[in-house]
Structures are given as structure tokens and as C-alpha cells.
């Protein structure tokens, strides 16, 4: 009897939490992802190019389709391209298309991805991958909505919004030469970072409780709790692989766990199993990249470059990690400048 209360309470409960825990298919409801929902609501009204930064397992791509969703492109189609997915050689034509006999295989012609998402939207997942020679024709995509296939001399006009994605920082990448400076500007319109998941708090429990529940249906296992043990370890864990990462952590939990509820022990195997560093731990060890006892002014500085590089260069987002307003960023970028 008192487990089946139990199980009704998790359930009540999870019902509630999840109803009014997110937004636009996301749960969260710690003050970076307010902050980020708020982000997708402007952006989705206004027609420009899109880039999302974000570490790997963030959710890049339901950010992406969300801005879709919200837009006045909703009803169009929504495609998705993985840049490090498809082969270099074959890169354009995916893009472009091309016609019947322009290359060896091109048995009979095939609109490209632009051509495919006319009035909707364009996501281009890992955008750092694409090779500059293809930069150059995506950003006259982008700028006048030209696009040639492969083996034709006409061109085709597409109304295409897009939306590109990427782990790296594109910013080091055009020092480097390794991506365009004007695509990365053009792109740069809108930038929406996604915070880590060791940025959102009580999130790592809120997303856990859903994680559960799914699991727990797709297994056929009855309604799972989770000891105070097992939440105070997703709460202390980083997470380096981010959402990804605690749900590959719940499923394989919830496959173990033959008692009412999840226990440390389903979850801490997995966790010292990953060896994969805190981001930034090296840089703290060498007190934020610089060498010998920095002043406290040194310590700012280096700790706001480092901030800085981490964001892409996005002030707002810096802002809310240092946990500053607008005006004080300002006055400390104009004193270490």
C-alpha cells in the first residue's frame, strides 16, 4: 500500500513539474534556460541568419527547431544537414543539387538542401566541418539566395533561413583560416548560446525525472524514485557530455536498478567511468592560463578573457556568467584593455 501511494505521489508530481517546466519542447526552469527561451522568442520573429553555439549533447538541434516552430516559416520545411556527416566530394551537390549526368552516380537530377527547404528553414549542424570552398557559394546563398547545381549554368532563387550550429569556436577557426571571416559575420547575425547543463542547477533533476519516466515505460519497469544519494550525485557531477549524457546515464540506471528506485550505486559506476575533464579545469590549475601569482586586477582580466573566448565573444552571455550587468562588463573591458 505505501509503495503504491508512493508511486502515485512520483507520478502527480512528475505531471505538474513537467507541465510547467519549459518551453518550446525543452524542459528547464533554471534562470539560463528562462534566459535562453526568452533568446528563441525574439530571434524566431526576425528573419535573419541563426548561429547556436554550444557544447557537444546541449541540444543545438531542438533549439534550431524551435526557432523554426515559432516563426512565420513554421509551416515551410524544416531540413536538417549534418556538415560532418557527408562526404567532402559530395558536399555541393547535397547543398546545391545537380542534374542528371553531372558527375559519375548522378543517374537522374536531384534538388539540393536549399532547393528542398525553399520557405522554410535551413539547419546546418556542425558548420565548422563544411570546407571553405563551399563557404563561399553558401554565403551568396545567404546573401542573395542564388543557387547553381551542379552542372547547370541557370540558377535557381530559394527563400531559405538559416540556421547553423557548431561546437567549435568559429572565432579561432577564422584567425586560423580555416573558416570564412565574412560567412562567419553573415551567420553571426543571431547567436544563441546554449548553457551547459553544470550551468542549470535543479534542471540536472528535472530532466532526469523525465529521463526516468521514458525509460522507465520503453523497459516496462513500474514508476522509479530517486534516493537523496542519487540526486545529490547528479547534482555535485559536471556532466561534460551534457543532456546527452545523464539521458545515456538514466537509461542504463533505470536497465540495473531491480529495487522502487534509483540508487548512487546505479549511477556512480558510469560517472568514474568517464575520465573526460572539467571544461576550463586546466586553466583554473594554471590560475586561468598565465604563469606565477596574478594580482587580483590580473586575475579579472585574465578570468574575463577567458570568459570571453568560452562565449564566442557574446557580452551578453558573458554578463550573466560573471554574474555582472551590462555597463560593469563594459567598464572592466575598457580597464584591461
Known amino acids: 500500500m ?75 520545411p524544416f531540413v536538417v544537414v549534418n556538415c560532418a556527416g557527408i562526404p567532402g566530394d559530395l558536399l555541393e551537390a547535397e547543398f546545391f543539387g545537380h542534374t542528371r549526368g553531372a558527375f559519375t ?45 551542379v552542372g547547370r549554368n541557370e540558377e535557381d532563387h530559394v527563400d531559405v533561413r538559416i540556421i547553423a550550429a557548431t561546437h567549435d569556436n568559429l572565432s579561432k577557426k ?39 519516466d521514458t525509460f522507465c515505460r520503453e523497459q516496462n519497469k513500474p514508476d522509479l524514485g530517486i534516493s537523496e544519494e542519487a540526486r545529490q550525485v547528479l547534482l555535485d557531477y559536471h556532466f561534460p557530455g551534457n543532456v546527452r549524457e545523464l539521458q545515456n546515464l538514466i537509461e542504463r540506471a533505470v536497465a540495473f536498478c531491480e529495487g522502487e528506485q534509483l540508487e548512487a550505486a546505479h549511477l556512480l559506476p558510469a560517472i568514474q567511468h568517464s575520465q573526460a575533464p572539467y571544461p576550463g579545469e586546466t586553466e583554473e590549475k594554471k590560475l586561468l592560463t598565465g604563469s606565477g601569482l596574478p594580482t587580483m586586477h ?34 572592466w573591458l575598457q580597464q584591461n584593455h
Open 2 to 76: 505505501t509503495s503504491t501511494i508512493s508511486q502515485l505521489s512520483r507520478h502527480i508530481e512528475g505531471h505538474f513539474t513537467h507541465r510547467f517546466a519549459g518551453r518550446f519542447g525543452m524542459l528547464g526552469q533554471s534562470c539560463a534556460m528562462q534566459a535562453l527561451f526568452e533568446q528563441i522568442e525574439v530571434v524566431a520573429k526576425a528573419q535573419g541568419p541563426v548561429l547556436i553555439t554550444g557544447e557537444s549533447g546541449t541540444g543545438k538541434e531542438l533549439v534550431a527547431h524551435a526557432l523554426h516552430q515559432q516563426s512565420e516559416r513554421a509551416n515551410g
Open 298 to 331: 590580473e586575475l579579472q582580466s585574465r578570468y574575463l578573457k577567458l570568459v570571453l573566448t568560452e562565449v564566442n565573444g557574446n557580452k551578453q552571455r558573458a554578463a550573466e556568467i560573471l554574474g555582472i550587468g551590462r555597463r560593469t562588463l563594459y567598464r
Open 105 to 149: 552516380g548522378a543517374n537522374e537530377a536531384r534538388p539540393g538542401m536549399l532547393q528542398q527547404a525553399n520557405g522554410g528553414s535551413l539547419f546546418l549542424d556542425e558548420i565548422s566541418d563544411m570546407p571553405v570552398s563551399l563557404q563561399a557559394k553558401l554565403l551568396r546563398a545567404l546573401q542573395d539566395g542564388a543557387v547553381r547545381p
Open 174 to 212: 577564422v584567425t586560423r583560416g580555416e573558416f570564412r571571416e565574412d560567412l562567419f559575420y553573415r551567420l553571426d547575425t543571431f547567436q544563441i548560446l546554449i548553457p551547459p547543463l553544470r550551468e542549470r542547477g535543479d534542471d540536472k533533476l528535472l530532466l532526469a525525472r523525465n529521463f526516468l
